[in-house]
């Protein structure tokens, strides 16, 4: 019936670096999951909301599908892997300047396996040319039938809006899930977490690339108005604590001030950042160490 409402599940899906995250945060119109040249920043299962007049619609960003190296690795697959059974349609994110390799087809594979139909999004489209583009298509194509094929510029907006009228006509009518105001289930804490664990990724560059996890221990109002916010960055070795403080706390200090910069800008009132750095021995490794951090496993679905 034309005009009925419309509601339900796209899941994200890619290598890491693909620019998941990115196109999350175009789509829903807000930073809600962070961003770095890095691959595999994302780690949790990110949900977002888009609520329209017509629609609502739950986007579920993933980490990258990689082989992994260690448990936090397996945790990350894990949650990827799950998405594709949970969701009404899957939305496969690729680089489209990266020539598809062995971790494409890995997936496509993975995709074969489940009845969701699947939207091709080739991202970062302003970096090819057309004939690269098109190549692209016919890679994919030839390996799986796809719903449809998007070419998009998460990071400039090309293409997004019609990407949306894609995804809203493939789900079922429904009611609003989730009241209209809101962007994210994550918790306050989680996000604020993952604003400072970007920064790090940002500051310290290739010298700390994964072996970093943010935890909030506190947040408190106070009396002038400003947010206290305590917050602690772990580390797997001694040797790396010294790189994320710096020569006189230099580097803590400007990690500190560009979160707090992107803490204001989500939270829209002022804050005192106390940041901690503490070292826990491997953590990545240790399976009661990354329940600690929030990475269990026994969580996913």
């Not at 094929?149 to 990407?163: I, P, R």
């Not at 400007?254 to 953590?283: C, H, P």
Request: proline share 5%; aromatic share 6%.
């Amino acid at each position: 019936m034309a005009g009925e409402y419309r509601s339900g599940f796209a899941g994200l899906i890619g290598r890491p670096n693909a620019g998941k995250s990115t196109l999350l945060n175009r789509l829903v119109g807000r930073k809600i999951a962070i961003m770095s040249d890095k691959p595999q920043t994302t780690r949790n299962k990110i949900l977002g909301v888009l609520t329209t007049d017509a629609c609502q619609i739950i986007f579920l960003d993933t980490p990258g599908i990689h082989k992994p190296r260690h448990q936090l690795g397996e945790y990350m697959v894990a949650v990827a892997r799950s998405t594709l059974a949970e969701v009404d349609v899957v939305l496969y994110v690729v680089d489209a300047a990266a020539v598809p390799g062995t971790g494409e087809e890995y997936i496509i594979a993975q995709l074969k396996e489940v009845a969701t139909p699947v939207i091709l999004v080739l991202n970062k489209i302003d970096l090819v040319d057309a004939a690269t583009l098109a190549n692209r298509v016919e890679f994919f194509r030839n390996r799986l039938q796809f719903l449809a094929v998007q070419e998009v510029s998460a990071l400039a907006g090309t293409n997004v809006d019609t990407l949306l009228d894609v995804i809203s006509r493939q789900l079922p009518p429904g009611p609003q899930y989730y009241p209209p105001d809101m962007v994210t289930d994550r918790p306050e804490k989680f996000i604020i977490a993952e604003l400072i664990r970007e920064q790090v990724l940002q500051v310290t560059r290739e010298e700390i690339p994964h072996a970093v996890a943010v935890v909030v221990a506190d947040i408190t109002p106070r009396p002038n108005g400003y947010l206290y916010i305590e917050a602690v960055i772990y580390i797997e070795r001694d040797s790396q604590k010294g790189i994320i403080i710096g020569e006189g706390g230099q580097r803590l200090k400007e990690i500190g001030s560009q979160s707090r910069r992107e803490i204001e800008a989500l939270l829209g009132s002022k804050t005192f950042l106390d940041l901690r750095v503490r070292v826990k021995q491997n953590w990545r490794r240790q399976e009661p160490a990354l329940r600690q951090l929030g990475y269990d496993r026994r969580l996913i679905q």
